[in-house]
């Protein structure tokens, strides 16, 4: 490609330069644009058609998933048209220039956007300084979310990480250890809308007064016992960790199913080894096991710890951060959504941003120690 | 000597099968307490627990018995071959034979109701698929309540929900993929200018929380005039997912043996016909498990939906939250409407759970 260059003088260089960059900008913004374009115009026709909802839902999915296949293949064959040189310049972003621009309009610019947005006031408009995040580190409803935000991360993340781990450690040893694991790792698969209606069902609670039945679980067993029924989610501090629970009944499952394959990839010989020498079952799990699977246990307890930091549906569903339940996230939704005040609500988003800092650059250098050759 | 092992052996794996198994019920209960009651009737969900389907000894009333006129209910009663008084009726008398005597209202009903504890069976409060047909109309409802009146209400439509969430899902799963597929070989196979600078912001971009995004493309979306459309939010969930996908992905491709490629190169395919016909094909495992995985996540998530399409599209997610937010009594509809958000996410959960948990091990970081 350089020895093309040598024959144009600096100015033509320059010149061609910058064509290579507005090309490759225009094949990497062209499909998606015309796709969006493209749906824009079926979704407007469709909408106003008076259809049945679930033809026009497939109507909708087939041109929107077709309609991105063909224009990949549109944008293909037109740079194939070009000279060769130009091919092989421009090729290359037909393929990844798509993805790129969606995640810079979805993700990377918003980034700057909501930084830009958090000095300013509550509809965008005039500058504030640093006002909103003032808010954010002092108000006494945001030191209640991070107090609890903690207690998520401290609490949901060490209960389900310790169970996972024993029920990936006793399973192994097991028969029915799929049978096991498929209704650990169940939760998975439910939304925590549902989740959180299963367990509001386990905390109902029906009030006082003669001849009412306690129709939740925990009530019922509580009586049973010869205790009190209790408004489980309404006493705080304490709702915090009938909260946790659900998160601990969702996440287990998954740091069960991780921890399990990196127990499987322990060999065999260093456990009968470590038998063979005297060690009980206890200390070979300990010098054994916990040793080999410890990078898989940061990675899970990484993974879990995000996503308490970003927690939302739960608590919006059960208590809608009510009664001392209040979480970040959903401060956040309460800000923009509720009080329409945009420019804490981004301050908000920065903070949880900057939480994650650490884990962007850990991810980075992971990536960068793993391949050399980027 | 083995003997004794072969004890030791079969009580530690009694022991360690105990455990999980205590542990598994602990795990099922609730979830099987809400699919009970979803089946079960309005009133009967109020009063009594759901574990009261199940056989158990109840007190159950055999007789009444209305006392003669010539009964005086201040003084001493003589019933049932027993002498008491109205104080002691009130609180139930147990007769030798097992059977409680207990007053029925006030003095005036000279009313006294016998009850007998006996076994009751499944069939002592009949189930009914009616919570279902409820919760998925979205036309007028009736039921009735723990007092025993009669409510009727708008039906909560879930039935039209099913459809939106399937509108929503299916193509936020095949989209991301399909770019983030062609992206992920442009990255592992393509050299480019800026190649690595463009796949760091990919990996930074991975655990960036979805709440940066929200409130600058919710500005664009109502100058774009995208708000509370499908499309908006298959643009939503494809932004979103894209950086998972062409990580994992370009993981995948990678990984891909390079003679078969440079075969294909040096036959005279184009990068667009190895792309379709060799890569695309081969990386069917890997895109079988980021489908499911997304498919989920869609189908599960209730924050984009609540911020991108809200009541004008109402997703699954979404209209049972505002049962709960409505109608936070009314446990028929919100077991049962529970189950119709679950069935599609576990169908596909054990149907194809080999392919999940991959995707779930090749990384779970998700914004």
């Known amino acids: 490609m350089r020895s093309s260059f040598t024959k144009f003088s600096f100015p033509a260089l320059l010149a061609g330069m910058l064509a290579t960059t507005v090309g490759r900008v225009v094949v990497s913004i062209f499909v998606p644009l015309v796709t969006f374009i493209i749906l824009w115009q079926i979704f407007i026709f469709l909408r106003d058609s008076q259809a049945p909802r679930i033809v026009i839902a497939a109507v909708a999915i087939a041109l929107g998933v077709g309609g991105v296949a063909a224009l990949y293949f549109l944008s293909n064959s037109l740079v194939e048209q070009l000279p060769i040189e130009w091919t092989k310049r421009l090729q290359p972003f037909v393929f990844v220039g798509p993805a790129i621009a969606i995640m810079t309009w979805y993700l990377a610019i918003p980034v700057l956007r909501t930084l830009v947005l958090s000095f300013k006031d509550a509809i965008g408009e005039r500058w504030v300084g640093l006002d909103n995040y003032l808010f954010a580190f002092t108000d006494r409803i945001m030191l209640e979310t991070f107090r609890n935000n903690l207690l998520w991360m401290i609490f949901g993340t060490s209960f389900s990480v310790g169970f996972g781990l024993l029920i990936a450690v006793l399973a192994d040893r097991t028969r029915l250890e799929t049978v096991y694991k498929a209704i650990i790792f169940m939760p998975m698969a439910i939304s925590f809308v549902g989740a959180g209606v299963i367990w509001k069902f386990v905390y109902a609670y029906r009030g006082e007064g003669t001849g009412i039945q306690e129709i939740g679980l925990l009530n019922a067993i509580v009586t049973a016992l010869g205790g009190q029924p209790q408004p489980w989610l309404n006493i705080p501090p304490w709702n915090n960790f009938f909260l946790i629970a659900i998160m601990v009944w969702l996440q287990t499952g998954f740091a069960m199913v991780v921890i399990s394959s990196a127990i499987k990839g322990i060999p065999t010989e260093l456990l009968e080894a470590a038998r063979i020498d005297g060690a009980t079952e206890i200390q070979a799990f300990f010098n054994v096991t916990i040793p080999y699977i410890k990078s898989t246990l940061l990675t899970v307890t990484t993974t879990i710890v995000i996503f308490s930091l970003k927690l939302f549906d739960i608590v919006r569903v059960m208590t809608g951060g009510n009664n001392g339940t209040n979480v970040i996230a959903n401060e956040f939704y309460l800000q923009r959504f509720t009080y329409g005040n945009t420019g804490r609500a981004s301050a908000i988003a920065i903070v949880l941003l900057l939480a994650v800092v650490p884990v962007i650059i850990n991810n980075l250098r992971e990536f960068y120690r793993e391949r050399r050759g980027f | ?367």
């Open chain 2, 1 to 367: 000597m083995t003997k004794s092992y072969r004890f030791q052996k079969w009580m530690s794996s009694f022991l360690v099968n105990s455990v999980l198994i205590v542990i598994c019920i602990i795990w099922l209960i609730p979830t099987l307490g809400v699919f009970i009651t979803s089946f079960r009737n309005s009133q009967d969900i109020l009063t009594s627990g759901w574990w009261t389907v199940f056989p158990h000894r109840e007190s159950v009333e055999v007789a009444r018995i209305v006392l003669d006129r010539s009964v005086n209910v201040d003084g001493p009663i003589q019933v049932e071959g027993i002498t008491t008084t109205f104080e002691e009726l009130r609180q139930g008398v147990q007769l030798p034979d097992g059977r409680i005597l207990t007053w029925f209202g006030n003095k005036r009903t000279r009313t006294i109701v016998v009850t007998e504890m006996r076994w009751v069976g499944f069939s002592h409060k009949p189930l009914t698929l009616k919570n279902y047909q409820d919760v998925l109309t979205g036309k007028e409802i009736r039921f009735i309540d723990a007092r025993g009146n009669e409510i009727v209400r708008k039906g909560n439509d879930l039935g039209n929900a099913f459809i939106n969430s399937l509108t929503v899902t299916v193509p936020s799963t095949i989209i991301p993929i399909l770019i983030a597929a062609f992206a992920a070989f442009g990255f592992a196979w393509l050299n480019f200018p800026g190649r690595g600078l463009l796949f760091t912001m990919i990996v930074a971009l991975l655990v960036v929380p979805l709440q940066i995004s929200l409130v600058p493309i919710l500005q664009d979306y109502t100058r774009l005039n995208l708000n509370g459309t499908f499309l908006g939010i298959w643009l939503a969930h494809t932004g979103f997912g894209l950086p998972l996908a062409t990580y994992l992905l370009f993981n995948y491709i990678s990984s891909l043996p390079r003679d078969l490629l440079e075969a294909a190169y040096i036959d005279g395919a184009s990068n667009f016909t190895i792309f379709t016909r060799l890569i695309l094909p081969l990386s069917v495992p890997a895109l079988a498990s980021f489908a499911i995985f997304q498919f989920l996540w869609v189908w599960n998530d209730y924050l984009v939906a609540l911020v991108f399409l809200g009541d004008s599209n109402r997703v699954i997610t979404y209209a049972l939250a505002s049962i709960v937010g409505e109608k936070g009594q009314d446990w028929h509809l919100l077991t049962a409407g529970a189950f119709v958000s679950m069935i599609m996410p576990l169908t596909i959960f054990f149907a194809l759970q080999r392919y999940f948990v991959r995707g779930l091990l090749a990384g779970s970081i998700k914004g």
